[in-house]
T-cell receptor, first 114, second 114 residues
Framework: GNSVTQMEGPVTLSEEAFLTINCTYTATGYPSLFWYVQYPGEGLQLLLKATKADDKGSNKGFEATYRKETTSFHLEKGSVQVSDSAVYFCALSPGGTGRRALTFGSGTRLQVQP | NAGVTQTPKFQVLKTGQSMTLQCAQDMNHEYMSWYRQDPGMGLRLIHYSVGAGITDQGEVPNGYNVSRSTTEDFPLRLLSAAPSQTSVYFC?????????????FGSGTRLTVV
C-alpha cells in the first residue's frame, strides 16, 4: 500500500536558519505529492504540491522537489521566521483512476525561536 | 466565506453515546473525506465520498457511519462512542475536475469520550 514517512520532530531552529524536513514515500505508479501546514488550533492548509517527477512546488519561501529516483519530497526554506512555527505534513495522492484520497505522514512540528 | 464548515468545534461524550459530526462545504466539491488526527500518527482516512449517494470506507472505518444525500453535506456518525475514538476529526473536500487539486480542510472537531 501507499505510505509516507517523515522525520520526527520537534525541529527547533533559530530565526533565519535553514530548514529541511525530510519526507519519503512508497506508492505504486505516479503519485502527486503535497505539503500541508497546520497552525495551532487550525485545520490543515495546502502549502505546496508537485504532480510529476522533477517538478518543484513552491510557496511562501518554501520549496520541495519531487524526486522519483529517491522517492522523496523534502521541504526546504532558506530563512525561517517565528511565524513558520507549525506542524508540517507530507502527503501523497495516488496516481491512476482509483481512490484519490490523501495518505499522510505523521507530521513534523517546527518551533522557531526568536 | 467559501470553505468547509465543521460543527461542533468541541464535544465531550460518555462511552456508549452516539452523535453526528457535521460537515458542509459551499464550493460544489464532489470529493469529501473524513480524517482523524491522533498524536504521532498523522491523519488517517475514515470514510470518503466521490459524489452524492456514493461513499466508501477508508483506513479506519470501524465505529463510524457516513451518508452523502447532497453535494454540500457529509455527516459522520459515531454509533456507540468509545474512548479509542477520542481524537480530532477533520473534514476535507476537493473538486473532481482537477485530480491533483489540493484538498480544503475544515477547522476540526475535538472529541473526547470519557
Amino acid at each position: 500500500g501507499n505510505s509516507v514517512t517523515q522525520m520526527e520532530g520537534p525541529v527547533t531552529l533559530s530565526e533565519e536558519a535553514f530548514l529541511t524536513i525530510n519526507c519519503t514515500y512508497t506508492a505504486t505508479g505516479y503519485p502527486s505529492l503535497f505539503w500541508y501546514v497546520q497552525y495551532p488550533g487550525e485545520g490543515l492548509q495546502l502549502l505546496l504540491k508537485a504532480t510529476k517527477a522533477d517538478d518543484k512546488g513552491s510557496n511562501k519561501g518554501f520549496e520541495a522537489t519531487y524526486r522519483k529516483e529517491t522517492t522523496s519530497f523534502h521541504l526546504e526554506k532558506g530563512s525561517v521566521q517565528v511565524s513558520d512555527s507549525a506542524v508540517y505534513f507530507c502527503a501523497l495522492s495516488p496516481g491512476g483512476t482509483g481512490r484519490r484520497a490523501l495518505t499522510f505522514g505523521s507530521g513534523t512540528r517546527l518551533q522557531v525561536q526568536p | 466565506n467559501a470553505g468547509v464548515t465543521q460543527t461542533p468545534k468541541f464535544q465531550v461524550l460518555k462511552t456508549g453515546q452516539s452523535m453526528t459530526l457535521q460537515c458542509a462545504q459551499d464550493m460544489n466539491h464532489e470529493y469529501m473525506s473524513w480524517y482523524r488526527q491522533d498524536p504521532g500518527m498523522g491523519l488517517r482516512l475514515i470514510h470518503y465520498s466521490v459524489g452524492a449517494g456514493i461513499t466508501d470506507q477508508g483506513e479506519v472505518p470501524n465505529g463510524y457511519n457516513v451518508s452523502r444525500s447532497t453535494t454540500e453535506d457529509f455527516p459522520l456518525r459515531l454509533l456507540s462512542a468509545a474512548p479509542s475514538q477520542t481524537s480530532v476529526y477533520f473534514c476535507a473536500s476537493r473538486t473532481s475536475r482537477d485530480a491533483d487539486y489540493g484538498y480544503t480542510f475544515g477547522s476540526g472537531t475535538r472529541l473526547t469520550v470519557v
